[in-house]
């Protein structure tokens, strides 16, 4: 079962200095952190601040060949969690026929940001990305799991390159 998520933030994880993208369930009773890199998080900034570029970016780019090609995106879905790595799907439509193309996370959401489509994660990546927070010895998820808990509207969104 696939459950809807919002990008709540983008920041930076106090432990390893590596950015962080927040989903964060309708509900907002479930939270899951992405670690993404450098550039991925920046063209997701992009878009969340809305800042134009004087050239289009890869994910700009995706978006105009899209919309050329008639062709919509029905949702972005993660839909796995393997050796502590995410993949996603982005669910394409075009002359009424389904399309699924595997991506990374990171550009699944930038482009569904830059095309207000709905953002899913399956239940399953919830419940294996709590297992694997569980039992991983890099950092002290605790404390990382209360850190994220405990962030408000102020917190979130604060990104500096």
């Not at 899951?32 to 970016?57: F, Q």
């Not at 993660?78 to 995410?86: A, G, I, P, S, W």
């Not at 962030?151 to 390159?161: A, I, V």
Request: charged letters at 30%; hydrophobic letters at 45%.
């Amino acid at each position: 079962m696939e459950v809807e998520m919002k990008i709540r933030g983008l920041m930076m994880d106090p432990v390893t200095n590596m950015p962080i993208v927040i989903l964060k369930d309708i509900d907002g009773s479930q939270i899951l952190p992405i670690w993404v890199g450098i550039y991925e998080a920046n063209a997701i900034a992009l878009e969340i601040e809305k800042v134009a570029t004087p050239r289009p970016m890869t994910h700009d780019l995706i978006k105009t060949l899209l919309l050329g090609l008639n062709t919509g995106v029905q949702k972005v879905v993660v839909n796995e969690l393997r050796d502590d790595t995410f993949y996603a799907l982005i669910w394409l439509e075009r002359d009424g026929e389904l399309i699924s193309v595997d991506s990374r996370p990171s550009d699944a959401l930038a482009l569904a940001l830059r095309l207000d489509c709905p953002i899913y994660v399956e239940e399953q990546v919830l419940k294996s990305s709590k297992s694997a927070n569980a039992s991983s010895d890099k950092i002290n998820n605790e404390e990382l799991r209360r850190w994220l808990e405990n962030l408000n509207d102020e917190d979130l969104g604060r990104y500096k390159m």
